[in-house]
């Protein structure tokens, strides 16, 4: 089993930065089903390829086998030695670890850097054939070329086999790449070597929730990944939820070359807003999958964060994701709607609605109001929505479409505006408009945002 991953571009040995690898020499890791080696056959100024090689121990996997398991042949003859499976994505997760997570201390600033990228791996089952392997790949924007391997070059009269060599060539972050492959091996494989428990479904949204929510084989790819159905379903119904949404382009920040997904930009335009009042009692109000609360922890705001959410399956979703994230903050998932007056979330530093409104009926937003300004009144609340004029920069939107298929609406920036100032006026806060993302001339920002200070809490 191998792969190889090439950078070709100025500075290229930026790679051993990334991989937290030295290009100097062949280093060996020892795994529980073998050993993976890590070397780089070429390194020059403008190109650097690394090298994951994977040696399973055959002989000891088998001897770990009980006796009743070992009546069928399969045991003795098999692909396992040289297909790259999910033996492999634990390879990727062990010896790679840094880079699938996107951390690198000393060059920080190459982790969200887009690089000229090209990976090939040696042997890849696929059952389904090329078009599986490029219903898989192409929608995460590779160029893929495929070479289906013959059963027996001896005997080529045999026919071709399914198995591929596949070369992925995009120009994307490093962790981007590892990731897909880290999910998709084991899709492809569908021969996991161990027993999926429910810790599965939280790596498959660490590693995967921000593509799948739009690659259109997100129900295959979940099903394949977890097998069991029960783990699956409220997996593939939370993607579901978002899964309508149009894509949203990545903007570019002033201060910086690089594009910028807009939902990062969102996550830290909240934060900063939280961390400016010192918002110590923080409430998540349609927390979905718990983004915000997983930003929020890893950037050490809060002291207790509530998030609160009607869906179970999104609810199941946050918890997973933030099970792992060592935090001294006091965090709870409550099951709950901006329509219920609950005790429990009243008498709170700061509460947020980010990308919620436009989701909620326009004759219930009175309601919405009474309930989250009135009754739980926040001292600082926070509201993020769409900007509708903005629309127009989004190239799979037909005219007067929404973002998402569960839009009810989606408002201009007057439109906005007019409502805020309602609101601000009628339950005493202060209110201050500002935007988020690249400003496009005319239509404003992408996403509008509304921040509002109670007036008794300010004098």
């Not at 890590?38 to 006796?67: H, M, S």
């Not at 977890?226 to 579901?240: G, H, S, T, V």
């Not at 999958?289 to 964060?305: A, D, F, N």
């Not at 909620?360 to 001292?379: A, I, K, T």
């Amino acid at each position: 089993m191998l792969l190889t991953i090439t950078y070709t571009g100025q500075s290229a040995d930026d790679l051993g930065y990334l991989l937290h690898k030295n290009p100097t020499r062949v280093q060996e890791f020892s795994l529980s089903f073998g050993k993976a080696f890590v070397f780089y056959p070429v390194v020059k100024e403008e190109q650097c390829t690394v090298a994951l090689t994977l040696d399973l121990d055959t002989i000891g996997l088998l001897r770990r086998q009980k006796q009743e398991q070992l009546q069928s042949l399969q045991h003795y003859v098999n692909d396992r030695p040289y297909v790259m499976s999910s033996f492999f994505s634990v390879a990727i997760a062990q010896v790679f670890g840094t880079a699938l997570n996107g951390r690198c201390q000393e060059r920080p600033e190459l982790v969200d850097q887009p690089l000229a990228l090209e990976a090939t791996l040696s042997v890849v089952s696929s059952r389904g054939g090329e078009e599986l392997l490029r219903k898989l790949f192409e929608p995460l924007g590779y160029d893929c070329q495929l070479e289906n391997i013959l059963l027996d070059p001896h005997f080529p009269e045999w026919g071709q086999s399914s198995y591929f060599r596949l070369h992925l060539k995009q120009k994307i972050c490093l962790k981007d790449l590892l990731s897909h492959l880290y999910v998709l091996l084991p899709v492809l494989d569908r021969n996991k070597h161990y027993w999926v428990q429910q810790d599965e479904q939280e790596k498959l949204l660490r590693h995967g929730e921000q593509w799948l929510v739009s690659h259109p084989e997100r129900k295959l790819i979940v099903r394949r990944y977890l097998k069991r159905r029960n783990l699956a379903e409220p997996i593939i119904e939370a993607l579901e939820q978002h899964g309508n949404q149009a894509p949203e382009p990545a903007v570019t920040v002033s201060n910086e070359e690089e594009k910028v997904p807009l939902n990062r930009l969102r996550l830290r335009a909240v934060t900063e807003e939280l961390t400016a009042v010192q918002a110590k009692k923080i409430l998540d109000l349609g927390c979905g999958s718990g983004k915000l609360i997983q930003h929020l922890l890893r950037k050490q705001v809060g002291e207790k964060i509530i998030g609160v959410d009607p869906a179970y399956s999104v609810l199941t979703i946050a918890k997973n994701r933030l099970k792992k994230i060592e935090t001294k903050a006091m965090v709870e998932l409550v099951s709950g709607s901006v329509f219920y007056r609950d005790d429990r979330l009243r008498d709170f530093d700061a509460a947020v609605l980010m990308e919620v409104i436009e989701h909620l009926e326009p004759n219930r937003l009175r309601d919405m109001e009474e309930v989250c300004f009135s009754y739980l009144r926040p001292r600082l609340f926070i509201v993020t929505t769409p900007n509708q004029e903005y629309n127009v920069m989004y190239s799979g939107l037909e005219a007067g479409e929404y973002r998402h298929g569960d839009h009810r609406f989606e408002w201009t920036r007057a439109e906005f505006r007019a409502w805020a100032e309602q609101v601000s006026k009628r339950h005493q806060y202060e209110l201050r408009l500002t935007g988020i993302g690249e400003e496009a001339k005319d239509v404003g920002q992408p996403t509008q945002m509304a921040v509002f200070y109670l007036q008794e809490d300010r004098n």
